[in-house]
């Protein structure tokens, strides 16, 4: 029974979260617990917890880390700025005259608010409250507009600047060069954030392309479903050209995604130092749209203290338990699992990746990126995957959880902004198509895995 221990120690960990304890103190309190419990029986040797200090400073000292709090701080004045309100109507007027437009153009703006702020929430909820509405007094099926913002909103865990591909690239490096260590290879080669940042751009492409795809053909097999607007109505009696229109409102984000993204892809800037040209762009954008007073900053820099606080006290809480973990032989019964499992590499990607995505229906991608992915990483690596193709395939994965009925967390926040007319099961029922194209998609990079490694490779050749 000793050597199952790890396990427990992970059930303790969900009963926790189950009873809605805080996520950062769950996993430290009942690391503290076990590990008490197991001193006094002599199941658990004291000198791990010795490491935490230097692990704490490690975590306050790491620079990739910065760029959460700076792509967080983006975001929110992006989001006070209204910018997504006049994208949506530049989208609309662009579009909005052909079957399934008004989706094409939601599609369109998730897409551009993913690699403009890369938080998931904000996305839904703020694309919940300006298009649903829109798109149910044009006629769309509830299910096809439900479905499609849910789907667009979860983009931003894939599409960069990502916070998701942020810290799960700090850790997945860290796991590169442990796996490597443990292979004899003492000149570890390394992976950074923005290697995953360039992978992720490809199959992230992909998803907003057959996302499309499948909205125009929703709407040309069943042109009730997503009808076309007249462009005088989406004009809103406006006299001004559409060609200016279109420029006022896709110019500004387009200049910031240019930004951030051509900074990292053109060796200029790191993630973290493009993270503070995109908070500085977000700024100005915030700024010359009048939008930015001193209750506008003052609540932007509250949210963004808030959610940096929330992410450093897991990822504190996180490296408790692994050490805690590691000191009940964890990484060595997660080794022999794997090793045990039928099929190899692939048996033990495919157990991950289940495990991963159930543990999307109760945990958010922090808590498993810092949790999840230290344990396992390292054995996956040392069985030769490589830690870009696996990070994107993991982040796809956690993608797909949080679209995925009953407790996917962006059904979660649509619900809370869709009128009461919209039925749950609508929304349920509208996501799943979205959920099976992600799914091809994973098979998709599984076949070829040039998808993710090409362009890193072309990027960042010598």
């Not at 109507?89 to 008004?102: I, K």
């Not at 045990?340 to 922090?366: H, N, S």
Request: proline letters at 6%; charged letters at 10%.
């Amino acid at each position: 029974m000793v050597e199952f221990i790890p396990l427990w120690l992970f059930a303790g960990v969900c009963v926790c979260l189950l009873f809605g304890y805080p996520v950062a103190f769950s996993l430290g309190g009942t690391a503290l617990i076990f590990a008490a419990v197991g001193s006094a029986f002599g199941t658990f040797d004291g000198v791990f917890l010795e490491a935490l200090p230097n692990r704490l400073f490690g975590i306050i000292g790491n620079e990739t880390l910065i760029a959460v709090p700076l792509f967080v701080l983006m975001g929110v004045l992006l989001e006070k700025s209204k910018l997504a309100e006049k994208l949506l109507d530049s989208m609309a007027m662009l579009f909005g005259s052909m079957r399934g437009g008004l989706g094409i153009s939601v599609i369109l703006v998730g897409m551009l608010l993913a690699a403009s702020t890369g938080i998931v929430g904000a996305t839904v909820v703020t694309m919940g409250m300006i298009s649903l509405p829109t798109m149910l007094r044009r006629g769309y099926d509830p299910a096809l507009a439900t479905g499609t913002i849910c789907a667009t909103g979860t983009l931003g865990q894939i599409i960069p600047p990502s916070i998701a591909l942020v810290l799960l690239g700090d850790v997945m490096s860290n796991a590169f060069q442990k796996a490597q260590l443990e292979m004899g290879i003492f000149s570890p080669k390394t992976i950074s954030v923005g290697d995953l940042f360039v992978g992720a751009l490809i199959p992230g492409l992909i998803l907003v392309g057959l996302y499309i795809l499948y909205v125009i053909m929703v709407a040309w097999l069943q042109p009730h479903k997503a009808p076309a607007v007249p462009r005088e109505e989406l004009r809103n009696g406006s006299t001004e050209p559409l060609a200016i229109q279109l420029i006022k409102g896709l110019l500004p984000p387009l200049i910031l995604i240019f930004a951030v993204l051509g900074s990292i892809l053109s060796g200029i800037a790191t993630p973290t130092e493009a993270a503070g040209v995109g908070a500085l762009g977000a700024a100005l954008l915030a700024w010359g749209s009048g939008k930015l007073s001193f209750p506008t900053l003052k609540d932007a820099v509250y949210s963004t203290t808030k959610v940096t606080c929330m992410v450093f006290m897991i990822l504190i809480g996180a490296s408790l338990f692994s050490l805690v973990f590691r000191g009940f032989g964890g990484e060595e019964l997660i080794q022999d699992f794997f090793s045990q499992l039928p099929g190899g590499v692939v048996g033990a990607m495919i157990v991950v990746m289940l495990l991963m995505f159930f543990l999307g229906f109760i945990l958010d991608f922090i808590e498993i990126t810092f949790v999840v992915v230290p344990i396992v990483a390292p054995v996956l690596l040392a069985m030769g995957l490589d830690p870009v193709w696996l990070g994107i395939m993991m982040a796809i994965n956690l993608q797909t959880s949080f679209l995925t009925p009953p407790f996917g967390f962006a059904l979660f926040y649509l619900r809370g902004v869709a009128p009461p007319e919209v039925k749950t099961q609508s929304i349920y029922k509208g996501v799943l198509p979205f959920i099976l194209i992600q799914v091809f998609v994973l098979i998709m990079l599984s076949v070829w895995p040039e998808l993710a490694t090409w362009l890193p490779e072309q990027v960042y050749a010598d």
